[in-house]
């Protein structure tokens, strides 16, 4: 292990710490803690690595004493595979499209019309359903959430949603995706939903065609929003 990955002994040794007089205070802090885990004794190398990355995630690279660092001899090469780590890791979270293809446009949307979703005949829709709870409970908008299930189902026709109880519909002809239960099915009270199925499916409906706004007495206090998307297919007031 030393003769690859450098030895801590000899003249490496006493210039680091001679070095270590005039560390940055994160580089002090650094060298503070993984000495104060080594006093601890048992485990202490295994513990060491997982206090080490730590207070090196804290703190940046800066926060590992360059004397330390000096004394790796594949230090380079290390620091060379985490940034090639990082960059991957970016990669993953956020793709590019393949060399040659446009990047996929966002849906766009009509204005929010007062009044929940209905099909041209004043007929219900059929539609996904989930409810985030009300607006203290929750970290972005129900219309923001809403607007997002629309975004993912490719068959989506438009959204509604209600802000005083976070009730958000997403409408269309499916299938769908997220869906925990079938509202109305033998089994639909045995099952929970869960962050990746959080959905409620409601179909059987006349049509997968939004054609206009219903449950709407007075514009000034309306409860629901309808949102179409625009120019989509097979929506439209």
């Known amino acids: 292990m030393a003769a690859r990955f450098g ?3 000899g003249a490496a040794r006493a210039q680091a710490v001679n070095e270590e007089k005039d560390q940055p205070e994160a580089a002090a802090a650094y060298m503070a803690a ?13 513990r060491g690595q997982f206090v080490g ?14 004397s330390w660092r000096s004394q790796v001899s594949l230090g380079g ?27 996929a446009a966002a849906p766009a949307y009509d204005d929010p ?24 409970w929750r970290e972005v ?9 629309c975004d993912e189902e490719p068959l989506c026709v438009g959204f509604d949603y209600y802000e005083a109880i976070g009730d958000c519909r997403v409408y269309g002809s499916g299938p769908w995706s997220g869906i925990y239960a079938v509202a109305g099915s033998p089994d639909y009270r045995e ?8 959905w409620t499916e409601h179909s059987g409906y006349p049509t997968s065609v939004i054609g206009g706004v219903g449950g709407l007495t007075n514009p000034a ?13 097979g929506s439209g007031h």
């Not at 993984?34 to 295994?46: F, P």
């Not at 960059?87 to 293809?101: C, N, Y």
């Not at 309808?226 to 120019?231: I, L, N, Q, S």
């Open 7 to 9: 030895d801590a002994s």
């Open 34 to 46: 993984v000495r104060a885990e080594i006093l601890q004794g048992g485990d202490n190398a295994g």
């Open 53 to 66: 990355a730590m207070m090196a995630a804290a703190g940046g690279t800066a926060a590992v004493p360059p």
């Open 77 to 103: 090469e290390v620091e060379r595979l985490a940034e090639q780590l990082m960059a991957k890791r970016a990669e993953l979270a956020d793709p590019k499209p393949a060399p040659g293809l446009p990047a």
């Open 113 to 136: 019309i007062p009044g929940s979703c209905r099909g041209p005949q004043g007929e219900r829709v059929n539609y996904k359903e989930q409810q985030f709870g009300p607006p203290a």
């Open 141 to 149: 908008t129900t219309q923001d959430e809403c607007r997002r299930g």
């Open 191 to 198: 099952h929970s939903k869960t962050p990746e199925q959080p």
């Open 221 to 233: 206090t309306a409860t629901y929003f309808c949102v179409t998307r625009a120019g989509g297919a």
